[in-house]
């Protein structure tokens, strides 16, 4: 597939990046030739210097081939006019990358007229990512399937766990089990599927896939004390990504303070929020966690601009007191030593929106959602059973699947649960299937 790329900074070199490795032919535009020359460097794409929204340099792009079209480029302007050129020029796919809800919310802005199929504003995706690990206590990461109907939770394994020691076969009688999938399993920093003679480790990380219904009390059992209730979060930088936290936790009970070292962002701050308190400080100075109080019940996020910043304030507020963690980060070399070196509980990265959508569109037309993880690789999809698929009437159990992949959940009509390998797939199911990066290719082929 072909895919341009309109914008070379950071996360244009990341989504350039994924995409090679998936074999894909990318090309790049940008107007900075220092950036170009930085991803040149590293991927192997097609670059073309000039401004992404002018039609002439659309055209030396030869942007009428580009299956896909992607613009990242900090300017929304540029974004939506290049989008709405590609799809002039006959491009069928087109994201954008939009960082002013306005273009999004206004009734005056109609975007499927300006030609554009996905708009994505990655501060709002990470605030709702860090809102649903806050308020499922005792997870690290947290996202919803199948139009909510199925939630897929990761958690990390405590001493005291009654998981420990033992192979997964041996609770198969357990009604706790009945409509819970495990998908994910990392244990000294090996990724697998869990499968019966698995066996879990204090410590290790643990995912898997369950109604909304089963999660509280299943999280309860597994978890034991360890699950402790938040009644405050503190938000280190006021940012967009900040503030849109701030205004999803003021509709919930919990306790919110925005703490922001700009003075003119801060007031910003506090004319838009309501029940927040914000405080216009420094969130590096310890003195600011023992005036504010931080014990178990406290959950502790960074999310300013400098992520070397988030990672050392995070480490702070745990050694302070707080009982959870969550750092923005954006470099990808730092996750495996905070990974390995277990420094922070939650790490949240921009990019991902963004690559979602842009995998739903390349994986071809039967995968119509696509979510990733950010501390386990992989992908879990949902995917559409058509009526000329090969797998319509098949049960479960005879659809060999690869050993890399695992039928998370089905919906079928607006009922969603957990299936075992008797069940018969019917025209228009809709599938949660988990998929180890080796693996994620032979899905097209899979579920024709």
């Known amino acids: 597939m072909r895919l341009l790329i309109i914008g070379a900074g950071r996360t244009g070199k990341k989504l350039a990046n ?28 097609l670059l073309v210097e000039g401004n992404g929204s002018t039609p002439d340099i659309l055209e030396n792009a030869e942007v009428a081939k580009a299956d896909v079209v992607v613009a990242v480029t900090s300017k ?48 709002e995706e990470c605030a709702q990512e860090i809102l649903n690990v806050l308020c499922l206590p005792g997870t690290i990461e947290v996202t ?8 897929a939770v990761g958690f990390n394994l405590p001493s005291t766990s009654p998981l420990l020691d033992k192979p997964l076969e041996q609770f198969k ?27 879990f480790s204090e410590g290790d990380d643990v ?49 919110t303070v925005l703490i922001e ?14 029940k927040c308190l914000v405080i216009n400080a420094d969130a590096s100075k310890s003195v600011m966690f023992k005036e504010l109080g931080t014990d178990l019940e406290t959950a502790f996020v960074a999310v300013t601009g400098d992520e070397e910043m988030n990672i050392v304030s995070c480490i702070q507020a ?20 905070i990974d390995k070196l277990r420094l922070i509980d939650c ?20 995968v119509v959602d696509v979510r990733l993880f950010h501390r386990i690789s992989g992908e879990l999809l949902e995917i559409a059973i058509k009526a000329g698929s090969k797998k319509v009437n098949m049960r479960l159990s005879e659809t060999n699947l690869p050993g890399g992949m695992i039928v998370a959940a089905v919906q079928r009509g607006n009922e969603a649960f957990i299936p075992t390998g008797e069940f018969v797939l019917r025209k228009n199911d809709r599938l949660a299937v988990y998929c180890l990066p080796n693996v994620v290719n032979k899905l097209k082929s899979i579920f024709k």
Not at 101 to 116: A, F, H, K, T
Not at 318 to 337: M, N, R, S, W
């Open 18 to 45: 994924k995409l090679c490795s998936m074999g894909h032919d990318v090309i790049m535009i940008d107007n900075n030739a220092n950036a170009l020359t930085n991803v040149d460097s590293e991927v192997d794409v």
């Open 318 to 337: 745990k050694q302070l007191g707080a009982g959870f963690t969550v750092a923005h980060i954006d470099k990808p070399e730092y996750v495996p030593i």
């Open 173 to 199: 009688e357990d009604e706790r089990f009945l409509n819970v999938r495990f998908i994910g399993l990392v244990h000294e920093d090996e990724l697998e599927i869990p499968r019966g003679k698995s066996c």
């Open 144 to 151: 919803n399937l199948l139009g909510g109907r199925i939630a």
């Open 261 to 274: 070292d700009d003075r003119i962002q801060a007031e910003y701050a506090s004319e838009l929020l309501n």
């Open 207 to 255: 995912y898997v896939v369950l109604t909304p219904a089963e999660t509280t009390s299943f999280l309860d059992w597994v978890m034991g004390e360890q699950r402790q209730n938040l009644r405050k979060v503190i938000i280190a930088g006021g940012s967009d990504l900040g503030l849109s936290l701030a205004k999803l936790l003021e509709e919930t009970s919990i306790k």
């Open 76 to 123: 929304d302007e540029v974004n939506l006019l290049a989008c709405h050129y590609a799809r002039r020029a006959g491009v069928c796919r087109t994201i954008a990358r939009i960082s002013d809800m306005s273009y999004i919310n206004s009734p005056l802005v109609d975007l499927e007229r300006l030609g554009i199929d996905r708009a994505v504003n990655h501060n």
């Open 347 to 366: 790490i949240i990265n921009p990019y991902l929106a963004l690559i979602r959508a842009i995998l739903q569109f390349v994986h071809g037309e039967n």
